[in-house]
Nanobody, 122 residues
């Protein structure tokens, strides 16, 4: 089992910044170099959407077009933690943000955190 705990959400004004953290733990995570970590977001009644991902071992990163140039994903191997730095936030970035981990490349088959709310006021 892998446990993922997000933190860092909150209320921020448009144009502001937040940094989300995702702390990973669990016996299975000892092979963390094989995992791909991701951030997703979801609004009430809507489908969850991809935000960004990073390969734990190589650090390759991917972003949704809607966040390119504003969000940055990174990982701290020593702390087993993945971050999502969010700059130039917009009201349309208001979602619950979820951290996920997968060994297969398919996040639907992987592990998920409980989510953290991000609210951007105009």
């Amino acid at each position: 089992q892998v446990q993922l705990v997000e933190s860092g959400g909150g209320l921020v004004q448009a144009g502001g910044s937040l940094r989300l953290s995702c702390a990973a733990s669990g016996r299975t995570f000892s092979t963390f170099s094989r995992y791909t970590m991701g951030w997703f977001r979801q609004a009430p009644g809507k489908e969850r959407e991809f935000v960004s991902s990073i390969t734990w071992g190589g650090g390759s990163t991917y972003y949704a077009d809607s966040v390119k140039g504003r969000f940055t994903i990174s990982r701290d191997i020593a702390k087993n933690t993945v971050y999502l730095q969010m700059n130039s936030l917009k009201p349309e970035d208001t979602f619950v943000y979820y951290c996920a981990a997968t060994l297969t490349g398919q996040f639907r088959d992987g592990y998920w955190g409980q989510g953290t709310q991000v609210t951007v006021s105009s």
